[in-house]
């Protein structure tokens, strides 16, 4: 009974907190698709403001006293109360081990470096990010040192967007991908087969959103309990009843808009399918960065650029842009919404190089953290490692180590994610293919539904209970491993290109 | 020097906490622009847990003690550091008064309220409304109680919006101001002068938010540090460097959004040109609903609805949309600007009997108040007053008693503000027009900046200094009273209506 009471006051205490952490996503939503140009002082100050309210809400004192309560009693918990409990005792050690100054000061660090970033991307002026970017390294590291992770900075960093996950790990996973990726990447290249570049001119923004809107509609995004907006760097935050993604327009690719708005849809349908009753507690959290990433990639990749998702949708989009696809085959389309071409953008990259962008990003940022590598030094490091796995070199910083909005907010460490998330999806996608082989059928009728439902079933119901690692194994019977990926791009890929 | 180390942290705390009361505000602007409809109840979650957090920011004990210390030397302050001072007094005493319970709980219920009446509203459902409505008189009491307003509570939901104000006071001014309107109504009414019902008609969206981003941009609304959305029901939020307007738009009715627009522009240059080093103190803080109301009318009317703006904007207006002003003369636009037609609908009133609308809410909040009068009586009463007042009789509570937003939140006591704003509005045109007798050719040349200098100099830039009895006198001379705006009206109507 006195557990039970504790049990009750933690999860009151924690709803409190998660809710005014969403309130701080909310304002960060704001500040990208809404804030006038003019307001971004004032808005750090609102920031900070909430920052402090929000560490102070996380960091009452009673949550530590019903803490040792229920940890004392933990023989006497069930599954998942240990697991709320834990991730509670986690929250809350990181609360109160970080000073309150240091979290308004970082509050407004990120908020002003989100506006230096978008302004020497414009001015194509590295020199003036850079005291920004050395000065959300130092941030990081003071955090990290903080919570004990002194020497293990970039550790700290990683198992903040994935828990349990580390920089040797990823090394080891990212070096077996690349052994299998840059093969492939090679004959790709050599193929004789090119998709037309100029395939699709001319979809008006209008027209682009009907068709977006039925797609990720179709797929299941809920729009009672969401919305998309246009920001410069498609994103999706919120979670639960009010999900927020959104998307650019060009006119000259369509593409682009409508798988970023797919991406942003698995994200979104992930964090829809979390149980909302149990929002602020491990039960209602996603379970990292790396399984948030293999929902957005699964749906953007295995799902939309599959010939099943096309015998759908390829009607609708001809009706909705007759003109634009009338000189344009079934089968020039299908190239195009599947051509691999190393790009300088990593936004902008195919699914199959991709993953060499992520890779790039994971050993210049792992440098930073070690000190082998120099915040002024980074433009030239980027431009080596461009030409090296890309085989491209950037003519500018503003399409090389100025693309990224990750690093303006100190969000270091999140980019191993994205690659952990390919290949966690393609081993997803061949476990649902085993129990379900008629699915792209199912798709050619724009039915979604039993992916979804699986999805939701074992892993967006699931919250927190499981790591990336453990949901691997769980789910698929596997380890987590490159070999999926690397399979199913060569299975795609080598009939498009090498057949 | 001890005197100014309080000074200076009482300001920061009052920053503080007035920083997370704009967050607030951005979460109701965001409710009723963006939310999406299944997203309610997350919604009022987030909205409690900010209310408590502003509440903690607001009653922090330390604020007591800078306030004792600082009253205890009351002698050694300046005039404006006893503004702050007593400003910060009653805000202090008004938070930690109300309990914290109280204060989520009434977010909450705020939250609830406004969804409870737009789903009234479009389901012509007063019975679904009145409990929410019953609910709310009961949370206005009790907070009313709990600062010792008890037996005067209606007093104090006005003393919220107009500082120094009381119903007392009101009800003198309004009873003034009906003896002099109603014979002027009445003999609007019977001229021969009719404005053409149809005059404006099929004005697409497109082209009127061009005109109207036009229109206020002229006026003096600067974009860098503010926005305007749509929403159902018109209304201006945020302050200094981050206004947020909303309207709405008819296509049959492009009037409608145009005079809307300009009345949150007037609400929000008001906020623009408070002092935005000094938000969160009484300095950058406007000086109640009344003054707030003086700048979006004299903006909407004295200005917006003069030959002087016509002269500048009709050719534009006739650029924009060629067809549907080509068979309407100067006179006709200009008699369609200024029409007069009693509506059963506040927000479409015309400005000659709007303030009859105003007088029909008072007389029915201070009944609601005193008891004289039950919720469920209110459509009932609602109907009555309508037909002595506008000679009208709702047909049903949609275009009755439900079509205020106000009520839903709780926000008893506003509605005065109007009328008073009206009031000192015309005051004001008086005493500018005396210093710059060639104001309307400015207007015809396009050119606000003299009036709009001066309401900086004279009201903007003041904050909270003087209330609206205490701006009257300061600025025009003479006390508040209604004689200002008969003028006006006499003859801006009389000039149309009756020569």
């Keep these: 009974m006195k557990t039970e009471t504790a049990l009750a006051e933690l999860t009151t205490a924690l709803k409190r907190a998660h809710a005014l952490g969403t309130v701080g996503e909310l304002l960060g939503w704001d500040e ?30 009673r949550i530590g006293g019903w803490l040792a309560e229920l940890e004392a009693g933990v023989a006497g918990l069930s599954e998942d109360q240990r697991t709320v409990v834990k991730q509670a005792r986690k929250d809350f050690d990181k609360a109160t081990k970080l000073p309150a100054d240091f979290v308004r000061e970082k509050a407004v660090q990120g908020s002003r470096g989100y506006h230096a970033w978008a302004k020497a991307r414009a001015a194509d002026d590295f ?47 990212f070096d077996e991908l690349k052994r299998g990726l840059v093969p492939l ?88 399918g979390l149980p909302v009753a149990q929002l602020g507690t491990a039960l209602g959290m996603h379970a990292g960065m790396a399984v948030h990433e293999s929902q957005s990639r699964m749906w953007e990749n295995q799902v939309a650029r599959s010939r099943g998702f096309w015998r759908c949708f390829e009607p609708r989009l001809r009706a909705v842009f007759p003109a634009q696809t009338a ?30 962008h992520i890779i790039l990003r994971f050993e210049l940022e792992k440098k930073l953290f070690t000190g082998e590598l120099a915040v002024n030094d980074l433009p030239g490091a980027w431009r080596t490692a461009a030409q090296e796995l890309l085989g491209l070199t950037p003519s500018t910083d503003r399409v090389g180590v100025l693309q990224d909005v990750h690093w303006s907010d100190g969000s270091f460490g999140y980019f191993p994610s994205y690659c952990l998330g390919n290949m966690l999806a393609a081993q997803l996608w061949y476990r649902a293919l085993a129990l379900r082989p008629a699915l792209e059928e199912d798709f050619a009728r724009g039915d979604f539904s039993w992916l979804l439902n699986w999805l939701r079933e074992n892993v967006h119901t699931q919250g927190r209970r499981f790591d990336a690692l453990q949901l691997a194994q769980r789910v698929t019977g596997e380890p987590l491993s490159p070999q999926a990926l690397l399979r199913y791009l060569r299975e795609r890929y080598g009939a498009l290109y090498l057949s």
């Excluded at 293990?152 to 967007?161: A, G, H, L, Q, T």
């Excluded at 001119?201 to 009907?210: A, C, H, P």
């Design 327 to 356: 000189g344009v085959s079934t089968e020039e389309l299908y190239l195009a919404i599947n051509a691999v071409e190393p790009t300088l953008i990593r936004v902008d990259a195919d699914e199959v190089t991709y993953n060499l």
């Design 127 to 173: 020199a003036g990010y850079a005291p920004v970017l050395a000065k959300n390294l130092e941030f990081a590291k003071r955090e990290a040192g903080y919570l004990g992770w002194g020497g293990r900075e970039y550790d700290y960093m990683i198992d903040k967007n994935d828990p349990g996950m580390t920089a040797a790990v990823i090394g080891r996973l």
């Design 185 to 272: 990447v090679r004959e790709i290249a050599a193929s004789k087969v090119k998709p037309r570049a100029d395939a699709l001119r001319g979809f008006s923004v209008e027209g682009q959103k009907l068709f977006l809107r039925e797609v990720t509609e179709r797929l299941g995004f809920d729009y009672n309990r969401g919305r998309i907006d246009i920001s410069l760097h498609p994103f999706c935050s919120g979670t639960g009843s009010d999900v927020r993604m959104t998307t650019r327009f060009k006119e000259h690719e369509p593409l682009d808009s409508l798988f970023s708005a797919i991406h942003e849809t698995g994200h979104g349908m992930y964090e829809q």
């Design 32 to 61: 990208q698709v809404n804030l006038p140009s003019g307001a971004a002082e004032q808005r750090a100050g609102q920031s900070a403001a909430l920052a402090g309210a929000q560490h102070a809400a996380a960091s009452d004192a």
